[in-house]
């Protein structure tokens, strides 16, 4: 909560550093990494830097963040902090950090602002960054004792065991630690980060979901290429798909993530398109090894069956399930595919229980589609749940 003198500060000149976050959170980063070039070697992702959506996705976070405390005091934007907090503790962010985060934010401010950033409203502004980033120290701190793993150090060694060509863009991995232990467990739905060393000796890291059930004495993840190499979006799934074989090693994290299985008993809706299946996948799995009698409405869309990777291990899972239902959605259908509908996906068309709890993976685009016919059908926002493959440039809503 913000206190009684900042309150009216932030209120009165949320509207100016509102206008000006793109211009602050851009010079911002340029002065970080002007200040430690390692972070942008080795920690933030690249590509998001060169398209931009990390930027956005910094002052939308922002803003949300500064605007709850005056709209509901004694209200945390919880799922914000949570979906921030897990992306941080999987790469590794110590509090440190955010000292050097904070040094760099306000010089940005203040030569945005000018004048404007007087000692009363840098001061409130402070707080407000204050608030943020201990809410999401105490909850990274949790992370990594839930994890346990110091402060940081998330790190292993793991060895590629098998490598299966899933789809022409998709390949799977499947991983064990390298001392020879099983594969730590994780929450069905989690992700880890994968640390590769590049050409230029760039330690990039990207996020990627575990694909398969736990209780496995191996993980899998499922890589998607990005083939736009006119810029470092795809650097890492690119290397990952040309060079990763069975015997190499890979720098792995512990897992994280907040979109997991709920451990309750009412019915599910599961909501994917492309490689948003991963996540899916795994709580597929968890249910039919623990012989879930749970209602379950599967949703999946792709441009075709021959691009759906893992599209008959899907099929298997859901037949597997007394009360679960596949309902598809291909773009391209073809003979392959004749339960598929065409086109894009319809969640609307479906009957849906007014009681079931949903998750949603894959494209903006797709998941905004489905949660707007969710709430339409009377679906409460609270049980709509969903995951961000990269920035977060939805914050929610």
């Keep these: 909560m913000l206190s009684e003198q900042s309150a009216p500060v932030v209120r009165a000149t949320l509207p100016a550093v509102g206008a ?26 690249r590509g998001n830097q060169a398209n931009g959506e990390q930027q956005k996705a910094l002052a939308g976070s922002i803003a949300a963040f500064a605007g709850l405390p005056l709209e509901k005091p004694d209200a945390r934007p919880d799922a914000l902090l949570a979906r921030i907090a897990h992306k941080h503790a999987s790469l590794g962010i110590t509090s440190d950090q955010y000292k050097t985060v904070h040094r760099h934010l306000f010089a940005a401010i203040a030569e945005v602002l000018g004048d404007a950033v007087t000692d009363e409203v840098a001061s409130a502004w402070d707080e407000v960054y204050w608030l943020m980033a201990n809410a999401l120290i105490a909850i990274e ?17 793991m060895e590629i065991t098998e490598r299966r060509q899933e789809t022409p863009d998709v390949v799977s991995f499947l991983l064990r630690p390298c001392d020879g232990r099983p594969a730590a467990s994780f929450r069905p739905g989690q992700y880890v980060s994968v640390q590769v060393e590049l050409p230029d000796g760039a330690r990039q890291i990207r996020q990627y979901s575990l694909s398969s059930a736990p209780g496995r004495p191996n993980w899998r993840i499922s890589v998607k290429r990005v083939r736009d190499m006119a ?33 309750r008993d009412g019915p599910l809706l599961l909501a994917s398109a492309g490689i948003g299946n991963t996540p899916i996948l795994a709580m597929l799995g968890q249910l039919a090894s623990t012989g879930s009698a749970r209602r379950v409405i599967a949703v999946h869309a792709d441009r075709s069956p021959a691009d759906h990777a893992h599209r008959e291990e899907q099929l298997g899972l859901v037949r597997t399930l007394p009360n679960a239902r596949l309902h598809l959605w291909y773009e391209v259908p073809g003979d392959q595919a004749p339960e598929a509908a065409a086109g894009q996906a319809d969640v609307g068309s479906l009957a849906l229980p007014g009681d079931l709890t949903a998750y949603l993976c894959g494209p903006l685009p797709f998941m905004r589609a489905v949660r707007g016919d969710l709430l339409r059908l009377g679906v409460p926002a609270e049980r709509i749940h969903y995951e961000v493959f990269g920035p977060d440039l939805w914050l929610g809503q």
């Design 231 to 263: 810029r470092p979006d795809g650097e890492v799934s690119s290397w990952l798909h040309e060079h990763a074989q069975p015997g190499d090693t890979l720098t792995v994290s512990a897992p994280f993530g907040d979109l997991v299985l709920p451990e």
């Design 141 to 157: 701190a949790r992370l990594y004792q839930e994890a346990g793993a110091a402060e940081g150090e998330v790190w292993q060694r």
């Design 20 to 45: 000006a976050i793109g211009n602050i959170t851009e010079l911002f980063y340029r002065k970080l990494f002007d200040a430690h070039p390692e972070l942008l070697r080795d920690v933030f992702n």
